[in-house]
């Protein structure tokens, strides 16, 4: 670019670029500068009541059901006892013989014969005959 060139595009700069002084942007800057430890606290506080906030929609969504003792279950299924994208997702029916606390269970089938391992209730869901 030539010299001509160079000076025919600071004429036509930005009111912008034209209004600027100096000695206000710094002091913009320090005010500024002041500022950031309030608006991080600001922010801090924002975001922990958006979190508490979605914990307790969460929270809301849940229903708490507790097994006794007799009720009919089923169980999720173990992925070697599906065949195939159609077999059936859960397994059962079992009747609880015991309620271990946490959500765990004990759980015997129509024959008599206990089921090996406890079961947590996030794999069980109701039978309902």
Known sequence: MDLKHQ????EQSSPRFQN?????SNEERR??????????????IKAEALKRK???KDKSKLKPWKLQVTDLVVRKAHP????????PKWCGPFCVIEVL?????????????????????ANLKFYFS
């Open 7 to 10: 000076i025919s595009k600071a």
């Open 20 to 24: 600027f002084v100096a000695d206000e």
């Open 31 to 44: 005010v500024n500068l002041d500022l950031l430890d309030e608006v991080k606290e600001e922010m801090h």
């Open 54 to 56: 979605v914990e307790y």
């Open 80 to 87: 070697y006892q599906l065949d195939n994208k159609l077999s």
């Open 101 to 121: 606390g946490n959500g765990a269970y004990k759980l015997e089938n129509f024959e008599g014969g206990t089921i090996p391992r406890t079961w947590n209730e």
